[in-house]
């Protein structure tokens, strides 16, 4: 991973707004998409983001459904009658009911344009068979459009973690809950090596580890919640065996909807099993006001020799502009803590599907002019 002993670099989370519908089966889909990942590198890079990727354009800007199309063992079947999939369940649900009600009738939890995203309306895959890597035809096309229009500058391309990937998927194969762990763990590092092999940073994401709290963390207590995620953590660094700490960065978040997350699991109580993932790079949330006050856990945490702090500074949670005075401010309490050459400036989590796009490069553009301000300010 990049790093700098001159100035504060700049990157962001991975999803980014779509600039028209892509339909995958569209018989002119392979032609538009290397065009519109070459407008949105050229759009980040005039923003003045450092650190740049397609958008997850070529994912169809879900970092989830992506994987439905790359892996072989699991059957779609209909969610039973009845049954409320995780991200419609929760204490933050519950004691804000009628607010939920509200935001999901206005569809105000994501921006949606044209209720493009059914968030919730996922079916149920079901393991029934060996798990397959069977994604190599598209991820190949992936990393080269990225590559052939990004050119030179260090770039990032997102893949999920087992222990996200694991929430939608149930099994029926394996005969113990570690040996299906273990088996999506080894299909993802197909994925992962390839991303790394190509040259191309690799970003897990893992919003899923900490959001599960209010839904089945509370009732199994903290002890056990976190022997849950440690669990999980080490999966993961079974799938980034043999791949190079430095080539890799992870994000952890939580869920990142447009809601109270009042019930949102504190960062000081997962934050230890956050830095056993084998990543140099770590990107947390840092600028919603659920979280902002976090930069202080640093004070008691030591972040380890070589690793990066990605911390976002700004937040796709309010459609308010960042002022770069803030963003700045933001950048030097992290560096005050961990040290200005282990700060890169980033966001809170994707803008894709939820900030409209003129809100979502207004603040990437903050981003940039803050990081500006806080080069001169600490360099």
Not at 17 to 45: G, H, N, W
Not at 124 to 141: D, K, M, S
Not at 165 to 170: F, I, K, Q
């Amino acid at each position: 991973m990049q790093r700098s002993d001159k100035r504060i670099l700049t990157t962001h989370v991975g999803s980014l707004p779509s600039l028209e519908s892509l339909d995958e089966s569209a018989p002119d889909y392979e032609a538009k998409l290397p065009a519109q990942v070459e407008t949105i590198v050229r759009m980040q890079r005039e923003a003045g983001i450092d650190i740049v990727n397609e958008g997850e354009f070529t994912k169809g800007g879900d970092w989830l459904s992506f994987i439905d199309r790359r892996f072989g063992g699991f059957e779609a079947r209909p969610r039973p009658a009845g049954e409320r999939p995780l991200i419609l369940q929760g204490k933050d649900r519950e004691d804000f009911s009628a607010f939920y009600q509200y935001a999901t009738e206005t569809g105000r939890l994501f921006y949606a344009p044209g209720d493009q995203i059914k968030h919730g309306n996922r079916p149920v895959w079901v393991c029934t068979a060996p798990i397959a890597y069977t994604g190599e035809v598209a991820l190949r096309r992936e990393i080269d459009t990225l590559k052939n229009v990004a050119g030179a500058g260090e770039l990032f391309l997102t893949s999920t973690a087992p222990a996200s990937l694991e929430v939608y998927r149930r099994n029926e194969y394996y005969k113990t809950e570690m040996d299906y762990l273990y088996a999506l763990a080894d299909a993802l590092a197909v994925e992962y090596r390839a991303i790394v092999e190509s040259g191309v940073i690799l970003q897990v994401d893992d919003a899923w580890l900490p959001a599960l709290w209010d839904r089945i963390g509370m009732q199994m207590g903290l002890e056990n919640f976190r022997r849950r995620c440690q669990i999980r953590v080490e999966a993961l660094n079974h799938a980034l065996k043999g791949i190079p700490e430095d080539r890799v960065r992870y994000h952890l978040c939580w869920g990142s909807w447009h809601g109270p997350h009042a019930h949102d699991l504190e960062l000081d109580r997962i934050v230890d099993i956050m830095l056993q993932v084998k990543a140099s790079g770590y990107l947390i949330e840092g600028a919603n006001a659920r979280h902002e006050h976090e930069w202080k856990v640093w004070e008691n945490v030591r972040l380890p020799e070589g690793k990066i702090l990605i911390p976002g500074v700004v937040t796709h949670s309010t459609d308010t502009i960042e002022h770069p005075e803030l963003v700045s401010q933001r950048i030097q309490r992290y560096a005050s803590v961990v040290g200005r050459e282990n700060v890169i400036g980033g966001c809170d989590c994707g803008f894709g599907g939820r900030a409209h796009p003129q809100i979502a490069w207004a603040k990437l553009r903050a981003l940039a002019e803050g990081a500006a301000l806080a080069t001169k300010a600490l360099f």
